[in-house]
């Protein structure tokens, strides 16, 4: 039985060849000429009186303006999918808001209890909204038409529209990813991309028009940090990053399943679709059977 499945699993492995891409970050001048000469005519130290000044002279003034981030969250949303942009966005000089789908706390995949700040019945506009992923919760939002309906209407509006890891599963869901170019969770990435009529494009993050969407967890935090780089400047992002002091530097390779040892690599496979499999079908027959 373990041969036939170790075939399936290398024939997967056949069809989803291609490895995630890593945009090279773009170099930055440690002090350039134009850095010198606004550094001249800064004051000595920085007071509040003088704060914003020295704000402007430095970051210089975002692209768009944005005034509401609402990033949705619900049980079962993975931690980090919802934390590392919160992060990076609670930098941003904008309301953030923990969107839930009803009243009431939220317990995250790792058993955490959140406080969401607003709930979608409440909430019309945003400037940027953020969608996490997770697991059952998340595979339950695909088939939820009622807050697809919330997310179409919110994107109506939006400067940027995203989605992290499996989350993107969700926004792929709501139709707005059709003939776009996207980034998921590895985990069968290309399937769920097509199943929504998404273009694979095996990268760490990946833009199409106001659409952003990323790789699992951890690449949600770079690409918020390109949303803020977009729409900020490379220095407003600098400065946030060397707040977080984001320099990850893992202790071995890994992380991606190119880069994963083979008997890991097919154990995680295993043990997803044991939760993904049975869970889709049942939501599947359950959309069937409505009249």
Same mark, same amino acid.
């Given at each position: ?7 399936? *699993?290398?024939?997967? &492995?056949?069809?989803? $060849? ?20 606004? *550094? ?24 768009? =303006? ?24 609670? +930098? ?15 317990? =995250?995949?790792?058993?955490? +209890?959140?406080?969401?700040? $607003?709930?979608? /019945?409440?909430?019309? +506009? ?13 595979? +339950?939002?695909? %088939? ?5 309906? !919330? ?8 400067? %940027? ?23 998921? $969770? !590895? ?8 199943? *929504? ?24 935090? /770079?690409?918020?940090?390109?949303? &803020? ?32 040892? *083979? ?8 043990? %997803? ?11 599947? $027959? ?6």
């Amino acid at each position: 039985m373990k041969s036939l499945v170790i075939i399936s *699993f290398s024939l997967v &492995l056949l069809a989803c $060849n291609h490895e995630q891409k890593h945009a090279a970050p773009i170099a930055i001048d440690k002090y350039s000429k134009s850095d010198s000469i606004i *550094f001249e005519q800064l004051p000595d130290t920085i007071k509040e009186e003088n704060h914003s000044m020295i704000m402007d002279a430095i970051l210089g003034k975002p692209k768009h =303006t944005i005034k509401t981030i609402g990033i949705l969250v619900y049980d079962g949303v993975n931690d980090l999918d919802m934390m590392g942009p919160r992060y990076v966005f609670g +930098q941003a000089g904008a309301q953030v808001q923990l969107i839930a789908r009803n009243l009431g706390n939220v317990k =995250t995949v790792m058993g955490v +209890q959140i406080v969401p700040d $607003n709930v979608i /019945d409440s909430v019309n +506009q945003l400037d940027i909204l953020v969608i996490p992923g997770g697991f059952t919760g998340t595979i +339950q939002a695909v %088939y939820d038409g009622q807050l697809h309906d !919330w997310i179409r209407k919110i994107d109506k509006g939006t400067t %940027y529209t995203a989605g992290v890891c499996s989350g993107v599963w969700v926004l792929g869901a709501t139709g707005l990813l059709e003939g776009k170019r996207a980034s998921t $969770n !590895w985990y069968r990435e290309e399937e769920f991309l097509k199943k *929504f009529k998404a273009i694979p494009a095996n990268e760490r993050y990946t833009r199409d028009g106001k659409y952003w969407t990323s790789a699992g967890v951890t690449a949600g935090m /770079d690409m918020s940090l390109a949303i &803020l780089n977009d729409n900020w400047g490379e220095k407003y992002t600098q400065g946030v990053m060397l707040d977080m002091e984001y320099d990850p530097a893992p202790p071995i390779t890994g992380g991606t399943p190119e880069k994963t040892n *083979f008997l890991v690599e097919w154990m995680m496979n295993a043990m %997803y679709d044991a939760g993904v499999n049975p869970l889709m079908d049942s939501l599947e $027959n359950r959309m069937k059977s409505k009249p």
